[in-house]
């Protein structure tokens, strides 16, 4: 049966997150505010009048199903041209279905689908230690810390070339309705615990048989890594800070390693090898730290595998027969992934 399931990527404090877009799960509340509603999952109420939502303005809440932590995401929608184009993909034949396709039709609906904002929720404990070791980006605002959690809001600046006038002009209103918003939150007591403490799924002991690119669009299999005794994989994204701040270090020290270790970057936020954007982008933050060793990119060959990772940078070493011979280091942390290489070569 064909289906149409639009999934677009958000990061999460470097986790790469995939929600589909669907019907929220809030509560109305009966107050004399009638346009208040109650996100308790993320100990969140806001007043959304129901105005904004013909406009195009969805509030959502998103919680163990999706990501490892609560969030609240704010986007706008217009409905005109993506249910234009969920028509049209519902019209095409099964046979004309293939990932390429899906792909296309996902493009072409997110030009009509922005993020206006992103509320990360975690306890205290979490905020500390993700603080300490340099995984929560710099641009995130914090706008409170109330019953045990830090609230963090990300409002990110959409591309709006591919919007008609119309669609702009309810893109500015809802966003404008969005900024003041954030300011006029209540915070309350987060009523659902239970994913609070996830199961995280443990880093397999193999790497998976992948067929990919790297940046130049130069076919890459597992037999990059049979090339050496062992490899230092540096999982990272574009959009991360501490990832892009030690990328310099990695350079200078890829440049150094002895003649059966290499280092390759894996590059966790690249939508494919025809993601033009993407690839540019970080072909300039290498160009930048004047990095070049190999980077690939981490396509639906990965997917499982990157189930593991919580957060990046994430570094491990893989043996030349593809078996991950370290224990993930997360966080950007250049003098332990050195340390973890020479343990690796002292043992052998």
């Known amino acids: 049966m064909k289906t149409f399931k639009l999934n677009f990527t958000k990061v999460l404090f470097n986790k790469v997150a995939i929600l589909s ?13 009638k346009n208040l509603k109650t996100f308790s999952n993320c100990g969140i109420k806001m007043s959304i009048p129901a105005s904004y939502e013909e406009k195009g ?30 028509e049209e993909f519902n019209s095409l034949e099964d046979n004309a279905i293939t990932d390429e396709t899906i792909q296309e039709y996902n493009e072409r ?36 810390e109330k019953n045990n959690r830090v609230y963090l809001a990300d409002i990110p600046e959409e591309n709006t070339d591919d919007m008609s006038e119309e669609e702009i002009a309810l893109y500015q209103e809802c966003r404008n309705f969005i900024l003041s918003a ?9 009523e659902d615990d239970s994913y609070q403490e996830p199961n995280y799924p443990e880093m397999e002991k ?9 940046l130049d669009g130069t076919p890459v299999t597992n037999e990059l890594f049979a090339s050496k005794d062992v ?39 690249i939508n494919g090898k025809d993601d033009a954007e993407g690839i540019k982008e ?25 189930e593991a990772v919580m957060f990046i940078p994430t570094t491990f070493l893989v043996d030349k027969n593809g078996n991950v011979v370290s224990e993930p280091i997360t966080g950007a942390r250049v003098d332990d992934y050195k340390k973890a290489l020479d343990n690796y070569l002292n043992a052998k």
């Open 282 to 306: 970080a072909k300039d933050i290498l160009k930048g730290a004047d990095a070049n060793f190999t980077n690939i990119i981490a396509n639906g060959d990965w997917s499982k595998f990157m």
């Open 182 to 190: 954030k300011n006029k939150i209540t915070f309350t007591k987060v």
């Open 206 to 214: 193999t790497i998976p048989k992948f067929s990919t690119t790297d």
């Open 57 to 86: 303005l969805i509030v959502e809440s998103y919680g163990s199903d999706v990501s490892a932590i609560p969030i609240l995401m704010a986007s706008f929608e217009y409905k005109p041209a993506t249910s234009a184009i969920m």
């Open 109 to 144: 609906y997110l030009q009509h689908f922005k993020t206006l904002m992103m509320i990360y929720v975690l306890t205290k404990e979490d905020y500390t230690h993700y603080s300490g070791i340099g995984t929560i980006p710099n641009d995130l605002e914090k706008l409170a």
């Open 21 to 33: 877009v669907a019907i929220a799960s809030f509560t109305f509340v009966g107050c004399k505010d």
């Open 231 to 269: 490899t230092i994989v540096n999982v990272w994204g574009t959009f991360c800070t501490p990832c892009i701040n030690e990328m310099p270090k990695l350079a200078d020290w890829s440049k150094k390693l002895p003649e059966n270790v290499q280092l390759i970057g894996l590059i966790c936020d």
